[in-house]
T-cell receptor
């Protein structure tokens, strides 16, 4: 089977740094993705890690350790608009096709 | 560019009724997916398609059917709606299976 675990809620203040962790169990692992979703909106793609290490995109960075089945999303210089839900998702190959399986999401609240 | 368009945006059904949700993408993507999102449970994959004329079951396929007769369209059908199918439904497409583009969602209530 496949499973992902991430914290349900995280709170931080504006300007701070926050890390959202994700651990996973899956077969046929190809990579770990992160998506952002504001209330009432659609998920939007943030990052994808296929190999171990850190990927940086502006204020957001994502890390993957395949040997530990672990990854995280790092958000720096937090802004109020970063208040949203963040989902990790594993890209796995099963049944001959690849697809994304999502975690339950982490709700980030940024306070002044 | 429209991206991924879902219709309708809202719908209320009575138990036992049937309906079809339409997803259309204008990016010429091969892969298309239907997810449902329920509070505290993230996004769960219902069915997906890796190309025109092909479909496959995801994590929660029971009670749903899909068709991909044209590359740009992916239809999700509810054969006999049940209250447990009350959810927000998202369609997504992808060129290569890496980054997904999601539609704005369909909020379905079954009473």
């Amino acid at each position: 089977g496949q499973s992902l675990e991430q914290p349900s809620e995280v709170t931080a203040v504006e300007g701070a740094i926050v890390q959202i962790n994700c651990t996973y169990q899956t077969s046929g692992f190809y990579g770990l993705s992160w998506y952002q979703q504001h209330d009432g909106g659609a998920p939007t793609f943030l990052s994808y890690n296929a190999l171990d290490g850190l990927e940086e995109t502006g204020r957001f960075s994502s890390f993957l350790s395949r040997s530990d089945s672990y990854g995280y999303l790092l958000l720096q210089e937090l802004q109020m608009k970063d208040s949203a839900s963040y989902f990790c998702a594993v890209r796995s190959l099963s049944g001959g096709y690849n697809k994304l399986i999502f975690g339950a999401g982490t709700r980030l609240a940024v306070h002044p | 560019n429209a991206g991924v368009t879902q219709t309708p945006k809202f719908r209320v059904l009575k138990t036992g009724q049937s309906m079809t949700l339409l997803c259309a993408q204008d990016m010429n993507h091969e892969y298309m997916y239907w997810y449902r999102q329920d509070p505290g449970m993230g996004l769960r994959l219902i069915h997906y398609s890796v190309g025109e004329g092909t479909t496959a079951k995801g994590e929660v396929p029971d009670g749903y059917n899909v068709s991909r007769l044209k590359k740009q369209n992916f239809l999700l059908g509810l054969e006999s709606a049940a209250p447990s199918q009350t959810s927000v439904y998202f369609c997504a497409s992808s060129e290569d299976g890496y980054g997904y583009t999601f539609g704005s969602g369909t909020r379905l209530t079954v009473v």
